[in-house]
């Protein structure tokens, strides 16, 4: 479990799961998430959240994990634009630290 800071003045926090950080990798919902500006603000959440939504309309199979994170994270009341650029650093750290394992794929011969 790691807790990130949601505020400037550190008076909020949100606790983020590795399963968290897991289902932000799976659904690549930080690629290309951020202008070339490298500036998180409140536009950056809505746009998140609009990709949210349509990936959960758009898919046919069951997205407990994206629904969880959702409910969990991003549509928390604690979560602003301070509070996603925490979880956009803490992923960043996360993710090097947590190199993704390379797929196998099987051959059909």
Not at 42 to 51: R, T
Not at 60 to 73: P, T
Not at 80 to 91: D, E, R, T
Request: net charge negative.
């Amino acid at each position: 479990m790691y807790t990130i800071q949601t505020n400037a003045s550190g008076t909020r926090s949100l606790e983020i799961s590795d399963e968290h950080l897991q289902t932000i990798r799976k659904y690549a919902l930080f690629e290309h998430l951020i202008d070339s500006n490298g500036i998180v603000d409140e536009s950056v959440l809505d746009k998140l959240k609009l990709n949210i939504r349509s990936l959960i309309a758009s898919s046919e199979e069951n997205c407990k994990d994206l629904l969880d994170l959702c409910i969990d994270v991003i549509y928390h009341n604690n979560m602003k634009a301070f509070g996603l650029n925490s979880l956009v650093n803490l992923y960043k750290d996360w993710n090097t630290r947590h190199p993704e394992e390379p797929a196998t794929e099987e051959r059909a011969e």
